[in-house]
Every structure is written in C-alpha cells, then in structure tokens.
C-alpha cells in the first residue's frame, strides 16, 4: 500500500486500499474473540477463568476497536456494506452474547445456545469475509483505473498489492475454515454431552480450540468420577475407593458431600434393616429366636442331619403354674417370670443347643447330634429342675416370691426324616401328655402319640377334602326369647357327613382343624352359608329392614387372629346383602382370655354394627367385674351350670344380674329340661337354646319355623 501511495496512485486507489485493511483488521480479530470467549466460558470454575477472561477481554475490545474503525471507510457502498454487517441476525445475537459476558460474568448458556453462538460467529466470520472480497474488488478496480495512467511500475505494484491481499484474504479464510471446523465439531461434541453421552472429547485444531476442548474433556472426566460414584452407591458397594474421590471446585466439593450422605443413608439402612430382621426373628421379651426363627433353625438342622446321618432333639417346654403368676402377681410380674426361665434355660442347655421362645409360656430347645435318646430326658429333666426353682419378682406392692414349674416334651428324629412342622408337632403331643399326666414331668414321644398325630393329620385331610366336596353342612339351632318364646335367632352348627364313617358332630373334627390354619378355611366356609342363607330367608319372608332373627356363627382364635378379619366379615355381610345387625359372632371365653389382641379385632367388628357373644362363659377364668371392659355384647352361659346343684342355680342367677349390669344381654346354651327353663325365667335371662327348646334344624326344617314365627304361631 505505502508503494502504491509513493508510484502516484490515486487517493481513490489508496483510500479504497485502506478499507480493505479496514475490513481486514475486522476479519483478523472476529475469531480470536469467539475462541477466546468459548475458552473463558468451559474454563469458568477453574482456576485458569481469570487468565482466560482477561485473554477474551483483549480480543473483544481488538473488535470493537475494528469497527469503529470501519466509520473511516471513504467508498459510501463499502461504509453501507460494513454498517450492515453489525445488524445482521447472526452478528446480534453474537453481539448481545458477548456484550452481556462484559458486564454480568461467565453466563450459564445451554448447549442449545451455545451451538447457536458457534453458528453465530461462524456466519459473522463468513459474512466479514464476503465484505472483504468486495472491498479487495473495489480497490482492483480502482487501481485498474489507474494503471491507464500509471507507469508500469505502479501497475505492477498495484497488482503486487493485489496478489498479497488476495493471499492474505485466502489465508484468512483457510484460519476461518479451519477454525469453524474445530468448533463445528466441538459443539457437536457438547450437544452429546448435553444428551447425558460421555464421549471422548478431541482437542485438536487452533490454540484457543484445543484450549476448550481440554476444558471440556476435564468437564466430561468429572461427569464420569460422577457416574463411576453413583454406580458404585446402586451397586451397593459402598467400600468402593472412587466414592472417597472429590471433583476440583466448589461444585465438586458439593458433589461430593452429597454422595457422602448418600452412602451414610445407605449404611443406616443396612444397619436398620439388620436390626428389623433381628427383630422379625426373636421374640422382643426374651430375645430369644422367636416360633418362625425356630422353625427355621429346626429345618435347617434337619437338613444337616440328613447329610450327615445323625439324630436331632427338639423339646417342648410349656410353664405350669404361669397363668397363676399373671393372674396373682400381673403380667409385668408375667414378664418377669418369662425372661427368668428364658435366661435359666439358656444356662441349663449345652453349648450348641437353641432355646427358642414360641409365644406365650412355650418354650423349645433344639439339640443336634443326638446320641440317645436319653441324653435328650436327662437334659429335659435339667430344664424342668432349672424352671421349679423359686425367684422373686418385683410388683406395685414390693418383691414377691413366685413359683413356676414345667412339663416337657420331647421328639427325636434320625436322620431328619421329618420336616420341622413334624417335629414340633411331636413333641408338642408329647408335652401335651406330660400335662395330662401330672405336670412337672418329660414325656418322649413313641409310637402310640404317632399314631394319634397320624390319626389327627388323617381327618385333617379328609376334612380338607370334605369342605371341597360339599361334605360338610350347617344346621341351624333356634335361639328363642325365655319370656315370651319368640324366636330370637339361629345358633350355625356345623356338621360333616364323612364318608364310611358317617355324621360326625363339631367335636368330632373342630379341635384337629383348630391346630392348624384349616380352622380359618372352616370358619370362612360356615360365615358364608350361614349369612347367605339368612339373607335368602329374609327376601323369603320379607323381613325388611335390620330386624327379625339373627344368626350365631362360632368363629375360632385363629380366624379372628387374621389381620383382615373385619374386611372378610364386612365381605360376607356385602355379598349376601345382609344388614351387619343380623349376625352374632361367638368366640370362646378361653380364647379372649389367652389371646389378648383379639379384642382390638373384637371392636372393629362391633364398629361395623356386628354383634359379639363371649360363648362357654363360667368354663375360663373371665371374672365378672372385667366384663364391661370387654368389647361384648351377649354372655352364653354354659350348659353345666345349668344343673340342679343350688350353688350352680346361684351362680347362674349371679352371672345374669351381673351381666344385666354391664349392660349385656344373656343366652343360656344347652337347655335340656323345663324347669331349667322355668328357672331361667325367674332369674330374668334373655334367651336360651338346647335340646329342650330344638334340636338342631335342617335349611327347610328352620325355614318352616321361621314361617310359622313370622305367620304369629310360637316356638314350640
């Protein structure tokens, strides 16, 4: 340019030459800017952020001094050509990015955004260009002009000038090129890293480009540390080394004491839950293993047993006198008693031997390696000597000596040819015949209590099948008013027409299915019929409403045990779509009495409008001052107080007036005789039913009397 000047170009030649140095200037800065900024922007957090920013700053002022030296242009369709290059779409958002970073800091742009700024100041390069080449045309021109005047020497400077732009424009554009490639390919490379894809990040290409593309792999290691941790914690392997490892900066430092609350939440729970399944296997009082734990550990010995060839042992030990100390002393006193025997039993067995808890005042002690069965006697008579000794328990009123003893039962198998429910039931028959035959005594289980489980397991079987069968039926006793000899209600009876055998009575079959859940499958089965088949004698009759007769359903422990006991009864009473007042459930006093928990069931039930009779009462040990407290509506007297002893009269009346009291109303069971019911009368009782009264009715028997109740004819 200086030569051209000096061989006598023109001043428009030599202006139009300036522009383009002009828009050259521009071109030249436009990418160090981008880059630098990009630089500045992956690097923030780092400590390289102010070096960078201060590298950025630089570049950006180099373009803003370029354009403002642009306004100098002297050729007006140039000056026009580089006034729009600042208000294209692309230059504006450039623009606003930029200028924005100048007075706010690092922005957190997207990589959404951040692929746009890239396009951005691709096409804001690009367009300079376009510029540039104009401006290289315009000067040709010009100079083309001049050299019909100008000697040779200045045409040949000018085009020497030409060739140099030209090179230098070419060279430009090659930078250009390149750089937009790198950062074309870098943002793709951040847009897949945006998507949650950790890809190897390239770090080739300018200076300032490899510059971010460091950064941006450095970002991409700590994403993976990240991902590695949280693999680690999902895995569960909280021992795992890269969860001790921290990211650079105060977003790693947080990172980091995040995942360290995370695995402290993790070995809190781990702790948590082997505290819960300690629990879930030992019974809270005693920590001894509790009935499920043992059945368990039963098994499990067995299956040993059955590798090795070897015998195992297993005995019952069941409390006498228990129920005394409770009832005497309270069940804190109870308790008491309980972790005492616990720790004593502990103390007599051998080491190796298990002492479990089943529930209540039933105990087991699980022995393997049994070399005779008299070693298992000898060691039952230990425990029966270790729980008779006297210790004294602390009560409201001060320490006070108690007294328990025990019955054991004992059952050894050989080679765990049986399974642990066998076992125990073994030895639960034989701790059952220790009871029977003086308390205080070791039974071994023989051949004559097998044949009685075998039995017992045989009608269970039977029964089983019965119920599928349509074997067993319901007959219906009638319930009738002692004053008036209306009829109150039926009584449900199950009967079971077993096969080669015959009718076979409650007795006959209800205890077997008692000692296991087929009891439930029984009482659910007799609901049912019983519920249905009111209903359908009240659409026969047309007893609207929530009055006219009830029906009693007997219903065991074990059922009224369920958790889900009022939904199954609330189901029964929906399908057949009876009012809830017409059914009376009964439970045995005996099971109140041993079963506490069953009364919180007990009050649901009456929630839902059902009405509850404490049956066989007088046989348990219910005394009458509890009765208002139980949740209860009807007390059934048991038929063998109903006798002509003047103290079992008394006793009956007792028990009328006082239930009477406790606001109850009061049915006496197994009136055989009509001066029985005659008493009953005098003594004010509610209701009555026995063979005196009716025998137990068939569906069509009882739907007949119930038409001649309903036609005004009395109950005979």
């Excluded at 690097?43 to 002022?61: D, K, M």
């Excluded at 007075?103 to 260009?129: H, I």
């Excluded at 082997?274 to 920590?287: G, M, S, V």
Aim: with cysteine; charged share 20%.
């Amino acid at each position: 340019m200086v030569a051209a000047a000096s061989s006598g170009t023109t001043t428009a030649t030599v202006a139009a030459i300036r522009d383009v140095r002009l828009v050259a200037d521009l071109a030249a800065a436009l990418n160090p800017d981008a880059v630098d900024y990009l630089g500045w922007l992956v690097g923030a957090g780092t400590p390289e952020a102010p070096t960078r920013q201060w590298a950025w700053l630089q570049s950006h002022s180099a373009v803003a001094l370029a354009r403002q030296n642009l306004r100098s242009v002297t050729d007006p369709a140039m000056l026009a050509e580089t006034t729009d290059l600042a208000v294209t779409s692309s230059a504006r958002v450039l623009d606003q990015t930029l200028s924005l970073a100048t007075t706010s800091g690092v922005p957190e742009l997207t990589s959404g955004q951040l692929r746009a700024l890239v396009l951005a100041a691709s096409a804001v390069t690009q367009q300079t260009f376009d510029v540039l080449g104009d401006a290289v045309d315009r000067a040709a021109s010009s100079a083309s002009r001049d050299g019909d005047a100008a000697a040779d020497e200045r045409d040949a400077t000018l085009l020497v000038a030409a060739l140099s732009v030209s090179l230098t424009v070419l060279t430009l554009w090659l930078v250009g090129r390149q750089v937009t490639r790198s950062l074309r390919r870098l943002s793709e490379q951040a847009e897949e890293v945006s998507q949650g894809r950790l890809v190897d990040v390239g770090v080739g290409g300018p200076r300032e480009v490899r510059s971010v593309g460091r950064a941006l792999g450095g970002a991409v290691a700590g994403l993976r540390r990240i991902q590695a941790q949280a693999g680690a914690v999902a895995r569960g392997d909280l021992a795992d080394p890269v969860l001790d490892e921290s990211l650079p900066g105060q977003l790693g430092e947080v990172v980091h004491a995040s995942v360290q609350q995370l695995v402290e939440a993790f070995r809190q729970r781990d702790r948590l839950q082997e505290a819960l399944a300690h629990e879930a296997a030992h019974d809270p009082l005693t920590d001894l293993p509790n009935r499920a734990r043992a059945l368990q550990l039963t098994t499990a010995a067995l299956h040993r047993a059955r590798r090795t060839g070897s015998a195992t042992g297993l005995l019952f030990v069941d409390l006498d006198g228990f129920k005394a100390v409770n009832d005497r002393a309270g069940h804190a006193a109870g308790d008491a008693v309980l972790r005492a025997v616990g720790s004593r039993m502990r103390e007599a067995a051998r080491a190796g031997d298990t002492v479990c808890r089943l529930g209540g005042d039933e105990f087991v002690v699980l022995v393997e390696a049994v070399a005779d069965v008299s070693e298992l006697a000898a060691l039952g008579e230990r425990l029966v000597a270790a729980v008779s000794l006297p210790l004294t328990v602390a009560t409201p009123t001060g320490p006070r000596p108690v007294t328990v003893g025990a019955s054991v039962g004992v059952a050894l198998a050989q080679d765990g040819q049986v399974d642990g429910d066998e076992l125990l039931a073994q030895a639960d028959a034989a701790v059952y015949r220790a009871k029977h035959a003086g308390r205080g005594r070791v039974e071994i289980f023989d051949d004559g209590l097998r044949a009685h489980i075998d039995e017992r397991r045989d009608v269970e079987v039977a029964l089983r099948r019965g119920l599928a069968a349509d074997e067993v039926h319901v007959l219906y006793q009638p319930v009738v008013d002692v004053a008036g000899g209306a009829l109150v209600g039926f009584e449900a009876l199950a009967r079971w027409e077993r096969p080669g055998v015959g009718l076979l009575a409650p007795e006959a079959f209800v205890p077997v299915a008692e000692q296991s859940d087929l009891i439930c499958e029984l009482d659910r089965w007799v609901l049912a019929s019983a519920v249905g088949q009111l209903a359908r004698w009240r659409a026969e009759h047309d007893l609207a409403g929530a009055g006219g007769p009830t029906v009693s359903v007997n219903v065991s422990a074990r059922f009224l045990a369920e958790p889900r006991v009022t939904d199954t009864v609330l189901a029964c009473l929906v399908e057949a779509g009876l009012p809830a007042s017409c059914l009376v459930l009964e439970i045995a006093e005996r099971a109140v009495v041993e079963a506490p928990v069953l009364l919180s069931h007990l009050a649901s039930l009456r929630g839902l409008g059902v009405s509850v009779a404490l049956d066989d009462f007088g046989t348990g040990t219910t005394s009458i001052g509890a009765l208002r407290h139980l949740p209860v509506d009807t007390l059934k007297v048991d038929g063998r107080f109903l006798s002509t002893d003047p103290a079992d009269q008394r006793l009956v009346a007792l028990m009328v007036a006082t239930a009477h009291a406790s606001g109850l109303t009061v049915v006496a069971e197994g009136v055989e005789q009509a001066a029985v019911l005659d008493r009953l009368a005098a003594d004010s009782c509610d209701a009555a039913q026995g063979f005196h009264v009716s025998l137990p009715l068939t569906v069509a028997q009882a739907s007949d009397l119930l038409r001649a109740e309903v036609s005004g004819a009395p109950v005979g």
